[in-house]
Each structure stands twice: as C-alpha cells, then as structure tokens.
C-alpha cells in the first residue's frame, strides 16, 4: 500500500524508479542516525542520460527539468535507505546541485530549481532545505547535472 508520500507523487504523475545502482566503488546513500546521505545522482530519464553543457547547447529550463530528474533519483535513494518506508522522512535538509556548464554560465541556480520546486510540490515543507548550486567544468559522462542530498528520517 502506498503512504502518502508516495501518493502525493502518484497525483504528480511520477513513480519512483527502482533506486540506481552505484556505478563504481562507493554507496548510493550512508544512514547516520537519523540522517540519510545520498550520493550524487545524475540526470536520467526513462533509462537514458540527460547530456549538455549550460551555455553552449542547453538551455536553462531544459536542464532545470533534468535536474527534476535527479530529485526523483534522491527521493528513490532515500525510499531505499527507509526499507521501503518513504515515509518515515521527517525532512529535506540540504542539496548539493552540480551544473555543468561553461565559464560564463550564470544561472546554476534556476537549473537546481528544477529539483528544489518539485520537492516542495512533493512534499510540502518537509521539501524545503538549505542549497548550493555550483558550475562544474564537466560531470560524469557528460550529463547536464548531479545533485546529491542530505535527509533527515524517523528512526
């Protein structure tokens, strides 16, 4: 049975994939506590990367809906560190959003909006968290943007 986490998704029309495996010699997420942190996750949608630098061949609400993209990934990290249990998130408390973009590029911060609104719409105040959005000369594989996560859970 669905919570309510997980239903108020449903409304939005998005369900949380299966949580990505890591692609190399590290965990998608460490529990400490009450605080889940969640590796970087990358822009994918339906099984493929999302590729571009910001101020040479994307624009800023393309990348932006890449960065919805990695928020789901968070939120499908964060559904495996609760067992299951999404529910049990007591709050969003940080991200970390990486933009791959050129020198010039400026608006790092209306690209991490991307997942910063669509967790606010999700989950309501428990989505509001402190952020940094920052440019990175490249990111894996070439994809437009990585954010990763700090969440606080019920134990």
Do not use: W
């Amino acid at each position: 049975m669905s919570g309510e986490i997980e239903t108020r998704l449903a409304e939005l029309g998005v369900t949380l994939p299966d949580a990505p495996a890591p692609a190399a010699n590290y965990v998608p997420f460490v529990v400490a506590g009450d605080m889940v942190y969640v590796s970087g996750q990358i822009s994918m949608a339906d099984g493929q990367m999302i590729k571009g630098k910001l101020g040479a061949d994307m624009d800023t609400a393309t990348a932006a809906a890449a960065a919805r993209h990695c928020a789901i990934a968070l939120l499908a990290q964060l559904k495996a560190a609760c067992g299951g249990e999404i529910d049990r998130l007591e709050r969003v408390v940080k991200l970390t959003g990486f933009v791959n973009s050129t020198p010039e590029f400026g608006e790092q911060p209306a690209v991490v909006n991307g997942a910063s609104d669509f967790l606010v719409e999700a989950l309501g105040d428990k989505g509001r968290h402190a952020r940094s959005a920052v440019s990175a000369a490249s990111l894996p594989f070439g994809v437009a943007v990585e954010i990763e996560g700090i969440f606080q859970i019920r134990s």
